[in-house]
């Protein structure tokens, strides 16, 4: 926009309504825009103070409609847009979009050169540093999870660290900025943060040092109370009630409130914090805690409910807080549980009790961790009949609420995938081993700190059987759905062919995405030579991966078909394959009858303590059923029953094409 300077007659009107200049030429307005009479009242303009036109008007909390302008205000060095309006506050280095409200802000200002949050260090996972992580507004969970954790390759760690240092001195500045259609009341200070469009910033504390990249797909609020240092908060994102965060990056559609507490702690899109304190954690896509008593300290998470009072120890009283553990993807928490670091839980198991051993349960997914008598006991695998677990990875796509369209962290929800089905077969290995070297008929079992009963080590490997045979069952009656009637074997195996090499080897995943490690080394090897020289590019390339899951999975379950049914899929004939989705069918419903079961559990006369208040047994089932519903109609419950029926006419419908 031009500006031009004020007439004589401009400048007479405004010293009539109580506005102040040292410097009358540095005071300018839009060129070809005209003030509005009685728009800028009892203003003191400092240095190089710019505005547009002040029209319309503002909707104020009960219905108050206030016209744009400026009032009861000092504005230092600052240019302000078209229709806003700022009222009893002090601005100063800042530029400012049209559209914006700022109300009784007792300081707004940028004090010098600024990074506004970029290239702050967050001593994530190590109190006493070690695994650094430089935050800026391109900041991904895969991003951050290779420059904390691949702190065995320096020259990558050093070229990205490089990057975000470089990105952060690009997007230095002496001058704020503040977006269109922002709205920050009643707020005491705001230093050097800079804030995107149609933000919310109502009744804050203190902010310092920042950036607020909300925009108006996905509007970012910070709300009463809020103390946050050294931040970026990312589109979507909600802190309020009291929230004090120190060196923090809260990702996309986080919410963070009710007095929550952190600090050098990283937390990527869709996680909740509530009420209790996090300290040093890398908190990766939907972990959740909302309790009081609970702390979170040097540990990595994702997909993690942690339960009320759970805690973990990062100090044993030698060398000081340098010990860290990791809680892989989907591990839960009860109430009151404690785990001793270094420790490392595999995914999607439950711990339980107080943990005071280090244990290491990697190669043994969905399983519990359960305390008795001071002895941590392991049951392998027995999480994958629970019906939490199942619940738990269907209401996670439908809890993501980022609206922005550019996402900038990958997920993926798959319970079974080469991730977990890799560890599994390792983990029935590994119990097999166990049981060779301890004796069958040995009462329990020891593995890394922990003990398997005899029963619970048999049960482990007939639940990882299942989940196997489920997981490739579905590969290949996918891979097969376009399968012509009375096709030939060779058309059978040209169709179930790989259309590409990668994804053969190990997988891994990098908080939320799940890829092929090959894939992921390949990407950082370009890193260290040099040839990815920005941040988004980076991003991209995460995000093609994950694009290209099925594609990849197919290659890694196209050898394990050989492994685990004794099938090549090279040569495999049509009757292999009837033979393989029989025994798919049989995985599928006899794994969704355990759920089924385990979900009967919640509607038992147990679960009914409490219902039926001074009633009778009838009273209090009738009580039970107006409040919880009846167990036949249960959403769940019809959605499994659904699932039998829906599998079992696709594993027939196969088979009968197979047949002809």
Known sequence: MEYRQLTGEEIAALSAEGCRSGDWSLVQVGEGKELVPGSIRNVTFSGRVRFGRFEGTFARPGGLATPAGLVDTVLHNVTVGDDCLIERSYVANYEIGEGTLISHVDSMVTDGECRFGNGVEVSVLNETGGREVRIHDKLSAQMAYIMAMYRHRPELVARLDALAVRYAEKHKASVGTVGRHV????????????????????????????????NASDPVFVGQGVVADDFILCSGSRVEDGTMLSRCFVGQACRLGHGYSASDSLFFCNCQGENGEACAIFAGPFTVTHHKSTLLIAGMFSFMNAGSGSNQSNHMYKLGPIHQGTLERGAKTASDSYILWPSRIGAFSLVMGRHVTHSDTTWLPFSYLIEQQNTTY????????????????????????????????????????????????????????????????????????????????RNGMKYY????????????????????????????????????????????????????????????????????????????????????????????????????????????????????????????????????????????????????????????????????????????????????????????????????
Request: negative net charge; glycine residues 8%.
């Open 378 to 457: 392991l049951v392998p695998g027995v999480n994958l009949r629970s019906v939490g677990t199942v619940r738990d990875a269907q209401k996670w796509p439908k809890r993501d609420a980022r609206k922005d369209p550019d996402r900038l962290d990958c997920i993926n929800y798959n319970l079974l995938s080469p991730y977990t089905i890799q560890k599994m077969l390792k983990g029935i290995k590994l119990l097999q081993n166990l049981q060779y070297s301890s004796g069958e008929l040995s009462d329990v079992y020891s593995y890394h700190s922990t003990k398997i009963r005899n029963s619970s080590l």
């Open 183 to 214: 709205t920050i009341c009643d707020t005491r200070r705001i230093d050097g943060v800079r804030i995107g469009d149609s933000a919310s910033v109502v009744g804050a504390g203190r902010l310092h040092n920042g950036s607020i990249n909300s």
């Open 465 to 660: 059987r299942i989940a196997i045979t489920k997981f490739l069952g579905n590969s290949i009656i996918k891979r097969l759905e376009d399968l012509p009637a009375g096709a030939s074997d060779e058309e059978i195996r040209a169709m179930l062919r790989p259309g590409t090499p990668v994804g053969s080897g190990f997988w891994c995943d990098i908080s939320g995405l799940i890829a092929p490690k090959s894939e992921v080394d390949a990407l950082l090897d370009r890193i260290e030579r040099g040839e990815v020289s920005r941040l988004q590019e980076i991003n991209d390339a995460f995000h093609e991966m994950h694009r290209n899951y099925y594609t990849y999975e197919w290659t890694w379950a196209y050898d394990r078909y050989r492994d685990f049914f004794g099938i090549s899929l090279e040569t495999v004939t049509g009757g292999e394959v009837i033979e393989i989705v029989r025994q798919w069918k049989e995985a599928v419903i006899g794994l969704d009858r355990m759920l089924y079961e385990d979900a009967r559990k919640e509607f038992n006369l147990a679960s009914m303590t409490g219902f039926g208040a001074d009633g009778t047994r009838v009273e209090k089932e009738l009580d039970f059923e107006q409040v919880r519903g009846d167990f036949e109609s249960n959403a769940f419950v019809t959605a499994v029953l659904d699932h039998i029926r829906v599998k079992e006419a696709l594993g027939d419908e196969l088979i009968a094409r197979l047949s002809r």
